[in-house]
Nanobody, 129 residues
Framework: QVQLVESGGGLAQAGGSLGLSCAAS????????VGWFRQAPGKEREFVAA????????NSAGSVKGRFTISRDNAVNTVYLQMNSLKPEDTAVYYC??????????????????????WGQGTQVTVSS
């Protein structure tokens, strides 16, 4: 059974930085695509970034491109999200999610929450102005 645990959320000022981690267990980690999503109060869950099993393919939403970086270390079954130049509109609960995809690259629909099978419990990120 796949388990994902996020950590690293908290409070930051606008312009500051935070780093999130997503630790996985119960899977052959390198065979899974991992995505980060976020959900603000009253809004739908939205795509933030995704990374392929090897780590060689990544993509991110336009709203965070150039500010957020996704990476992974398969040796420790962990995916990271480094968030720089934070804005108040980045305030949300951040979730990591995984799906099995044992081929190179990112799968079709990697930006859609319904295409992921396992989810973490989420970690709150709050950015003050």
């Amino acid at each position: 059974q796949v388990q994902l645990v996020e950590s690293g959320g908290g409070l930051a000022q606008a312009g500051g930085s935070l780093g999130l981690s997503c630790a996985a267990s119960g899977l052959t980690f390198s065979r899974y695509t991992v995505g980060w999503f976020r959900q603000a109060p009253g809004k739908e869950r939205e795509f933030v970034a995704a990374i392929s099993g090897s780590g060689r393919s990544t993509n991110s939403a336009g709203s965070v491109k150039g500010r957020f970086t996704i990476s992974r270390d398969n040796a420790v079954n962990t995916v990271y999200l480094q968030m720089n130049s934070l804005k108040p509109e980045d305030t949300a609960v951040y979730y990591c999610a995984s799906r099995y995809y044992n081929v190179p690259g990112l799968p079709d629909g990697y930006g859609l929450p319904e295409n992921y099978d396992s989810w973490g419990q989420g970690t709150q990120v709050t950015v003050s102005s």
